[in-house]
């Protein structure tokens, strides 16, 4: 986010010095094309992931094998400007924004900490452990929409969108949500 910000920094530095008349549709349409995604909001989960596989037979146990770790499992969102849309209207410009989504989860496996592994006759394998954190990703893809993640990468969107845009001159930046049934 702070590099982010940092390019976004430049750019209007250079904007403002350069200019101060708004950007011509034409020029404005090459500088939204050269940004596909707007990644403008990231929330890092910090979660417990317990495995634990046993059999046993006649009550005798076959194999026993557990494991305890957390890791850190970063999740990205923001706006896809492929569906941006924009009407100038002299120092005024009005951009219908795309709904906002999740661009990415990921596991940072460099975070992994293992509290304890017990394996009894048998060892837990990577594809059990990548399994369970597949599987902790749905559930916080499922958290962080409802924690609003989608509504803070739309209101980033909008500051940095309006900050740009006030830099090469507009007067005036409105706002307003593209109707879904229209894409449909």
Known sequence: MKFLKTILLIICILQFSCKKSPLLPENLDLEIKNITNLSTYQHIYRDIIYIRESKHVIGIPIYDKSVLFTINIHVIAGIDFENLEYKISEETITITLPESKIFSIDADESSIFQYFIKEKNSKIDILTIYNAINEKKLEIHEDAISRGILKKAE???????????????????????????DSE
Request: no cysteine; net charge neutral; glycine share 4%.
């Open 155 to 181: 209101d980033n969107a909008k500051v940095l969108i309006s900050d740009f845009l006030f830099s090469t001159g507009f007067k005036e930046v409105f706002f307003e949500k593209k109707d879904t049934k």
